[in-house]
């Protein structure tokens, strides 16, 4: 008998043991929304990356900050660490304040929270892409395209006032990578000496038929001078490039159109002659930097000096974005 009640205690212990660690485990993924494109290519590689080292499940708040704050909420308590992927940047003070109090890491990641939020709490970062350097190689594009400020490319140039006018698809307003994006690609434009001419900035919230939309309501009046579009991701990009295709004649050049993310579909847009480019938005690169933060967190033996990645203000892990063009066959 005492040899059944001592085995008993002996398995109870190690199954005490093994729930800890499972428990100390345990992930909650956090998205701003389950349609995203984009996201949802960085969900698949964030889950494979994790399946075989960790418990984790994965929150949608579609769109809604209310609703993300409840889900945060209601999980905390039972997580050792929150990946969150903000609605509203604005409402990241109070994540990291919650997850202070509860003495829970919170790494951030591809909507970017103010700096104000993140200094104070020792154990939260930010991973996602430089919005300014992504603004830069969609100018990079452009220049190519259109070539020197003084002597623009005449195919392009449509009505040859060494102008170019220039339309900007806008993720959402108010939005950090959307506003970074955006004033970098004008303020980049204008450094190299490009003569602009804003005609709109139309906010299409990310979505391929918002922008399609904005072109077919306005291409005859508003937009109807357009030589340039730069989207701020490559849904938006798609849209407006399927209408201009679907009012162009296929042998004729149709108007540059640049996005951002290099999603499957921006990929095979620019394959297909659709799009000029699209800036790579590395979500491997991201997803990489990500499961290294959470190693550091989950491993009491790594530090953070063990990240493999530089750290900007003490908080943002910037990973590199890159042009990608059709190759010439």
Known sequence: MKKIIKLFFILFFIGFLSSCNYRLKDVSVFYYDEDDIFLSELKDKLSFNMKNKYNFTNYYAKKSQLKQNLQVDERLKDSSLILMNMVDRLASGAIVEKCKKENVPVIFFNREPLLEDLITYEDCYYVGPDPEEQGKLQVDCAASIFGNPL???????LNHDNKIQLVILKGEQGHQDAERRTQSCLSSLRQKGYDIELISIGVCNWNRQEAYNLLLSQYNTTLKNVELILANNDEMAIG????????????E??????????????????????LSATIVNDDQGQVDAICNLVDIFMDEKLTISDLKYPIKDSKFVYIKSSIYLRSEE
């Open 240 to 251: 407006a490039a399927s209408y201009l295709r679907s009012v162009t004649p296929m042998e």
């Open 253 to 274: 050049n149709i108007i540059p159109i640049i996005g951002v993310d290099k999603t499957l579909d921006g990929k095979k847009a620019v394959d297909d002659k659709l």
């Open 151 to 157: 002597e623009l490319n005449p195919i392009y140039d």
